[in-house]
């Protein structure tokens, strides 16, 4: 046998590296579209991750040895440069931290010696003292800054306001008071057992109105004022008076036992949260529980929240300015940081061998200076994510102001001591409502469409309707969410009854047009081809709609009575214009397209003999399609739903222009909803970066990714368990 030598001809070798160069492009793509989901995944997760971080609480910044004796009271600027003291001796006095000095860079005689001392939450910045001869003192100090070439230079100042009382009776034991705009109220309990309110304009010499209690209160242990001078808090031991203000008197509007709920415990101490809605009552067993007003039966009543343990032996609290958390001091130097809202203590740390005895915060929540009687020591704050926990994003949760615990979204306020309420529930449940609502009215119309399509139509209007439904998909979402907005959400409307007539008419319509064409003589159907009874059925769907929809005022006369809108109100279901239904019917009309063409080619892509086969064994083509055809194309028509209903949940603009993006917790098809990527879409250029908010936002951008994963995997295993198990047909 001769040999032969074989070689790759050149035009083989071409063929040869252009295959390896399209196989090497090939997977280079796939690999790059896995890597760049990896990459979206870790960004999303890297921005998320910092939420769930503790705080971070860098004491003994500034140690600071001061000559001032028996410190009172405390105030430190937002750079946590500036220090401002006030001593029993009333010398108000700035010191410089960062450049500690044996001397004040301020100092000012404010009242007499051992004077009593009150204070104003933090941001307000208000202190006042009442002297034995029953001057009252007002002062609020300034720590103000000038830019020089040099830098940043202190200019401190100190506001204050005198005041005396007349016709006093006996000496004071206590007093509280409240600064708002220009008013000023001052509460002064006596060793008489007397309670007098004073209040008047902050320019005056003197607090010309007063009111006298017209009961002798035993003991008062703590006297506590709003600082909008209208609630007084007035405790003796575990009982709380809460008296507000009614034009010139306070009347007392309830008493509270504070140890209802802690039975066998001592109230040490009340305090005001953030806010002064909420107050925080500290007990002897180291616990400390919120309580806020609560509108049951019309009324306001003062009622317990949730209870926080502390570390052993607390010493006193130190609110928040601006946000629903608080610090806690201990017996050896332990400082905790709890936020109510999320009830999450933040932060646990020890940062002295003795406890503090006085401790304030800068207005921007970013310093803690706390006095040990000798020095002052500066910490430095890092507490950005103190709203964020596991209950607080997916349980209810009981807000201030409202009557019960609720799942509630609401990221943003005109105020800055609001209370963030970031309950991921209600956006949820709002993306699932759309999606639910939308696959129901796409589903049967997208599946016996491609049926219809690819099993029965003739070939050529095939190729006139299916290129004609898959440009659907083209039409921008948010030219379909404006119309759906501006037009078919009034249509809507003003067309309730027949629009829900429609949706049962329309089947049946289609059901008895069928029925009737059975009934016509074989003569009359030979002129119409197989394949082409959509086009005489079209016809009659106009028809029945046109009918429908002009006698839609009739309809509802003669169902309800003459206006739908008023009987679902009787019935307690609200309505709203922009609601599920619309959006059901907008995005399905978006999604239709996807699950039409992704099951249309299933089946059509079912092998001819599989069904030519069945049809000469003598089955039905509807047994035919049923039992051979559907059956193979599953896997198909599975993975066409699943790909509709990746794209319903993920939908924006259809959702965010459709509805009235209420985030709301109701099945109700006639009112809106709020979705997780239209809230995303609306808040994102709003939120500071950085910011809970911000990481929150991409939280849920990053359920959303996780959903669809998870939605894909299933449905691609669906897919292959349905693919194994119809193989053989």
Not at 73 to 102: E, I, K, M, R
Not at 527 to 550: E, R
């Amino acid at each position: 046998m001769a040999n032969i030598d074989f070689s790759l001809s050149n035009r083989d070798q071409q063929r040869l590296w252009k295959d390896r160069v399209v196989r090497i492009a090939v997977t280079c793509g796939g690999v790059g579209v896995l890597g760049a989901l990896v990459l979206m995944f870790v960004y999303l997760a890297m921005v998320v991750t910092p939420l769930f971080s503790g705080a971070k609480f860098e004491a003994n910044q500034v140690s600071a040895s001061l000559p001032v004796s028996q410190v009172k009271a405390l105030a430190v600027d937002d750079y946590g440069q500036a220090l401002f003291t006030f001593s029993s001796a009333g010398n108000a006095q700035f010191w410089s931290l960062s450049q500690p000095a044996n001397s004040a860079i301020f100092s000012q005689k404010v009242s007499a010696d051992d004077a009593l001392i009150a204070s104003m939450p933090v941001d307000y910045g208000w202190f006042a003292t009442l002297d034995n001869n029953h001057h009252f003192s007002l002062f609020k100090p300034k720590f103000n800054y000038k830019i020089t070439s040099a830098g940043r230079e202190l200019k401190p100042a100190l506001v204050t306001h005198h005041y005396s009382f007349n016709e006093i009776s006996s000496a004071e034991k206590r007093f509280t008071f409240a600064v708002n705009d220009d008013e000023v109220t001052v509460a002064t309990y006596r060793q008489d057992g007397s309670l007098t309110i004073y209040w008047g304009t902050l320019n005056e010499s003197q607090l010309p109105y007063q009111y006298r209690f017209p009961v002798v209160l035993d003991n008062v242990d703590q006297l506590l004022m709003t600082p909008d001078g209208q609630t007084l808090y007035i405790r003796d031991r575990n009982e709380l008076v809460v008296a507000e203000r009614k034009a010139n008197q306070f009347v007392v509007r309830e008493l509270v036992d504070l140890s209802e709920a802690h039975q066998g415990q001592v109230v040490t101490n009340i305090d005001l949260l953030a806010g002064a809605y909420s107050l925080l009552v500290t007990y002897n067993n180291d616990q400390v529980s919120q309580w806020f007003d609560v509108l049951k039966e019309g009324e306001r009543r003062l009622q317990q929240i949730r209870t926080l343990q502390l570390a052993k032996g607390t010493r006193f609290l130190l609110p928040d300015t601006y946000r629903k958390g608080f610090y806690s001091f201990h017996a050896q130097g332990v400082v905790q940081n709890h936020f109510t809202t999320s009830a999450k203590t933040v932060l646990t740390k020890k940062i002295e061998n003795q406890t503090p005895l006085i401790a304030t915060m800068s207005d921007n929540e970013r310093f803690i200076v706390t006095w040990d009687g000798k020095k002052a020591f500066l910490a430095k704050i890092s507490n950005d994510y103190p709203e964020v926990s596991f209950s607080a994003l997916w349980q209810k949760v009981w807000y201030e102001h409202y009557p019960e615990p609720q799942y509630v979204w609401q990221s943003t306020s005109a105020s800055d001591k609001f209370e963030a309420k970031f309950s991921l529930v209600p956006i949820a449940f709002g993306t699932l409502k759309a999606a639910t609502y939308a696959m129901l009215f796409a589903v049967p119309i997208a599946v016996f469409g491609a049926i219809y399509t690819a099993y029965f139509m003739t070939p050529k209007l095939r190729r006139v309707v299916k290129p004609t439904i898959e440009l659907m998909e083209a039409l921008p979402t948010v030219i379909i969410g404006f119309l759906a907005g501006l037009w078919l959400a009034p249509l809507v409307e003003s067309h309730l009854t027949a629009v829900l007539c429609l949706m049962v008419i329309l089947p049946l319509s289609t059901i008895v047009a069928g029925l009737i064409w059975t009934l016509l003589p074989d003569d009359w159907k030979r002129y119409v081809p197989n394949g082409l009874h959509v086009v005489i059925l079209m016809p009659v769907l106009v028809l029945v709609t046109w009918l429908v929809m002009s006698h839609s005022q009739q309809i509802e006369t003669s169902l309800f009575g003459g206006d739908v809108r008023v009987f679902l109100v009787q019935h307690g279901i609200d309505f709203d214009q922009r609601n599920a239904l619309v959006v059901g019917l907008a995005m399905g009309f978006a999604v239709i397209p996807t699950i039409f063409t992704i099951a249309e080619d299933a089946i059509f892509s079912v092998p001819k003999h599989l069904s030519d086969g069945s049809l000469a064994l003598g089955a039905t083509p509807w047994q035919t399609l049923t039992r051979v055809v559907l059956l193979t194309a599953s896997p198909g028509i599975f993975s066409a739903i699943m790909m509709g209903l990746g794209r319903a949940v993920g939908e924006t603009m259809i959702v965010l222009m459709a509805t009235g993006n209420t985030p709301i917790l109701d099945w109700n098809i006639f009112e809106g909803m709020r979705t997780l990527s239209a809230t995303i879409a609306v808040e994102l250029p709003e939120s500071a970066v950085g910011s809970s908010h911000f990481r929150i936002l991409f939280l849920a951008a990053l359920i959303l990714f996780a959903f669809t994963f998870v939605v894909n995997s299933i449905a691609e295993w669906v897919r292959q368990r349905l693919r194994e198990k119809y193989r053989a047909l």
